[in-house]
């Protein structure tokens, strides 16, 4: 089965910036649609952006205007552009499938805003 490694967490200030990815260890134009999933503390893991293979995106309306997902199909890779980060942002980020199936999740990569 295909592996998800997600990377480029860290601690950022409110208002700042990153970018996460996603390395699949296999071919992702196989899957139509794949997504950035978070969970913060105490709250369960929710989809906050998708992205199908032809590159359409949808976000919830929290992160629009602040958030791009973007994929390269050539590379395998998920990205997750985050600007005007706010702590509510805060949580552990997971990249998978949107749809009813699922991968194996990653490890996922922690994000934490905090001045």
């Known amino acids: 089965q295909v592996q998800l490694v997600e990377s480029g967490g860290g601690l950022v200030q409110p208002g700042g910036s990153l970018r996460l990815s996603c390395a699949a260890s296999?071919?992702?134009?196989?899957?139509?649609?794949m997504g950035w999933y978070r969970q913060a503390p105490g709250k369960l893991r929710a989809l906050v952006a998708g992205?199908?293979?032809?590159?359409?995106?949808k976000y919830i309306e929290s992160v629009k205007g602040r958030f791009t997902i973007s994929r390269d199909n050539a590379k395998n890779t998920v990205y997750l552009q985050m600007n005007n980060v706010k702590p509510e942002d805060t949580a552990i980020y997971y990249c998978?499938?949107?749809?009813?199936?699922?991968?194996?999740w990653g490890q996922g990569t922690q994000v934490t805003v905090s001045s």
């Open positions: 992205i199908t293979v032809g590159g359409a995106p």
């Open positions: 296999g071919n992702i134009s196989n899957f139509n649609a």
């Open positions: 998978n499938l949107v749809g009813p199936e699922r991968l194996s």
